[in-house]
């Protein structure tokens, strides 16, 4: 039994969701709350996800913002 699968056993998921909460709070700031400066874009739809990510993608780096980029493909 691995020790997430026997904290479940002892604790409610309440407990285990504090824990978490306060385990991000203290990353966060331990590395200067770095989700404040993040920018995200999510691009949606049926058609066109890729090559519009890969689009943006370049002219922000020809722009000279560092980027990064995730797709599934």
């Given at each position: 039994?691995?020790?997430?699968?026997?904290?479940?056993?002892?604790?409610?998921?309440?407990?285990?969701?504090?824990?978490?909460?306060?385990?991000?709070?203290?990353?966060?700031t331990l590395y200067g709350l770095p989700?404040?400066?993040?920018?995200?874009?999510?691009?949606?739809?049926?058609?066109?996800?890729?090559?519009?990510?890969?689009?943006?993608?370049?002219?922000l780096r020809a722009a000279r913002h560092k980027?990064?980029?995730?797709?599934?493909?």
């Amino acid at each position: 039994m691995n020790f997430k699968a026997f904290l479940r056993k002892l604790v409610s998921q309440a407990v285990l969701n504090l824990y978490h909460l306060v385990g991000a709070m203290l990353a966060a700031t331990l590395y200067g709350l770095p989700g404040r400066s993040l920018r995200v874009f999510a691009i949606t739809g049926t058609n066109g996800k890729t090559t519009t990510s890969l689009l943006l993608h370049a002219i922000l780096r020809a722009a000279r913002h560092k980027t990064g980029l995730t797709s599934t493909v």
